[in-house]
């Protein structure tokens, strides 16, 4: 089953209307003169970002969208009619790309943000404007300008502070259900999600933070083995990461220590920039366990995992640790937020360098 989070449209923007030739005829002007007037622009094409849509499904059914073109000069200097631009919603977090040339045109990543993805045909000038002491009837006009149609990519980038990340049936679900009112598919038996699902974690008054249970991965997922990179990308815009491992796994033979190794490894494949990005160790199914037991693997495979980060015991199931996790995470990401805003402001030089080069604005 393939998840709805990427989609592939045509934009087309509208064609300017073209300039008139035509002379002024009318009684007792017996030299009116040209009065062909200019055509109107071609209407651009635009997407918004609606933070009332949250897939791209839509966008399977309705693949080509085109903007309407302008009106043709009219005679006694009459301009056409410029076409109105078209809008086009996605939700809030479409990263949006030219297939041809693959460059990024841009991101929209707050409700009502605007990106042109084509621009409209600039209008043909009519033959009035073509008038001069040495040209009295001119016949010349120009046509308008075709507008820009490209074939775009639109990926849905999930929007969350902290990413739940952990092979499937790690208890990813389980934990979201029971730590915010997200709603996700729990079953007894091995599966794994096939949507990433989003949760609000409430932990009083401004106290709030986004957590996406992102599905399974498995070995290969970097070079798109399973769900792989369609859902990998998701990681790249949390804050931080929790690595949920499984500590009783229903493979007796499967190691917990050899899983964690598994997925870093797919997370330094896919982007160094993930790999190195704050990862704590959620450790799950502690009810399943004796404490001793329990505290005994742990340490053990801490211990052969050589683990510097922070590490957590809990039970999704029931809950067990699962309050002190959430408001460790709260602390931390208070802390992540207030180091951004100390952060210099970027200098505008700095800014377009680091701005992704936009084709439309040359």
């Not at 038996?189 to 990433?196: E, R, S």
Request: glycine share 12%; aromatic share 6%.
């Amino acid at each position: 089953m393939k998840f709805v989070d990427e989609a592939t449209i045509r934009v087309e923007a509208g064609k300017g209307g073209n300039g008139a030739v035509s002379f002024r005829r009318e009684k007792y002007i017996p030299r009116g003169g040209p009065d062909g007037g200019d055509g109107g622009d071609g209407g651009s094409v635009y997407l918004v970002a609606d933070s009332g849509l949250n897939t791209l499904v839509d966008f399977r059914h309705q693949r080509r969208h085109r903007a309407q073109s302008g009106q043709q000069g009219m005679g006694r200097n009459c301009t056409g009619r410029s076409a109105e631009d078209l809008y086009i919603k996605v939700p809030v977090g479409t990263r949006v790309t030219d297939l041809e040339t693959e460059e990024l045109i841009g991101e929209l990543l707050s409700n009502g943000q605007k990106l042109l993805v084509a621009k409209g045909g600039f209008h043909g000038i009519g033959n009035a404007r073509f008038k001069s002491s040495t040209n009295r009837s001119p016949r010349q006009f120009t046509p308008g300008s075709m507008g820009e149609e490209r074939d775009i990519l639109l990926e849905l980038i999930l929007l969350a502070d902290v990413g739940l990340l952990g092979m499937p049936n790690a208890g990813k679900s389980s934990l979201i259900s029971k730590v915010s009112s997200a709603t996700p598919k729990v079953a007894d038996y091995p599966f794994t999600t096939l949507h990433p699902n989003l949760g609000v974690v409430s932990l009083g008054t401004g106290n709030s933070f986004v957590i996406a249970d992102i599905p399974g991965v498995i070995e290969g997922a970097a070079e798109g083995a399973g769900l792989g990179l369609q859902f990998l990308k998701h990681l790249n815009r949390t804050r931080l990461l929790l690595h949920l491992v499984d500590m009783v796994p229903m493979d007796e033979t499967v190691s917990p220590a050899d899983e964690v190794r598994l997925i870093a490894a797919e997370l330094e494949k896919y982007s160094d920039d993930l790999y190195e990005r704050e990862r704590w160790l959620v450790l799950n199914k502690l009810d399943l366990l004796p404490t001793e037991e329990f505290s005994t693997k742990r340490d053990a495979m801490l211990a052969e995992l050589d683990w510097q980060g922070p590490v957590y015991s809990i039970s999704a199931l029931t809950g067990e640790g699962t309050r002190e996790l959430m408001q460790d995470l709260m602390q931390r990401l208070k802390t992540l937020r207030e180091q951004d805003q100390d952060a210099p402001a970027a200098t505008s030089e700095q800014q377009q360098a680091e701005e992704p080069w936009d084709p439309l604005q040359d």
